[in-house]
């Protein structure tokens, strides 16, 4: 059973950094790709970033381009979501998506951990 646990959320004043981390466990997390989504109080579930299997971006939103980067561990089976000049309205649930689904794996989702960006 393939097991997403993220982690590093909290509370950090506008302009600040985090990084958010996100442990895969139950599979063989080399072989897949990584996503994080964020979802705001009273909005949709908003695709921000995705990583290839390779290490490569493959997408990311405008929203936060030139801010955020992404990074992979496979030796230590964690993907990494560095958060830079945090605003006010990238508060949200962050949540990271382990998809297997490119060699027919099974994908799941973490249980999300809150990015609170306030004074």
């Known amino acids: 059973q393939v097991q997403v646990a993220e982690s590093g959320g909290g509370l950090v004043q506008p302009g600040g950094s985090l990084r958010l981390s996100c442990v895969v466990s139950?599979?063989?997390?080399?072989?897949?790709?990584m996503a994080w989504y964020r979802q705001a109080a009273g909005r949709q579930r908003e695709h921000i970033v995705r990583?290839?299997?390779?290490?490569?971006?493959?997408f990311m939103a405008s929203s936060v381009k030139g801010r955020f980067t992404v990074s992979r561990d496979n030796a230590r089976n964690t993907t990494y979501l560095q958060m830079n000049n945090l605003k006010p309205e990238d508060t949200a649930v962050y949540y990271c998506y382990a998809d297997g689904s490119s060699v027919g794996e099974m994908s799941s989702w973490g249980q999300g951990t809150q990015v609170t960006v306030s004074s």
């Open positions: 139950g599979t063989q997390f080399s072989s897949y790709s």
């Open positions: 990583l290839s299997r390779r290490g490569t971006t493959t």
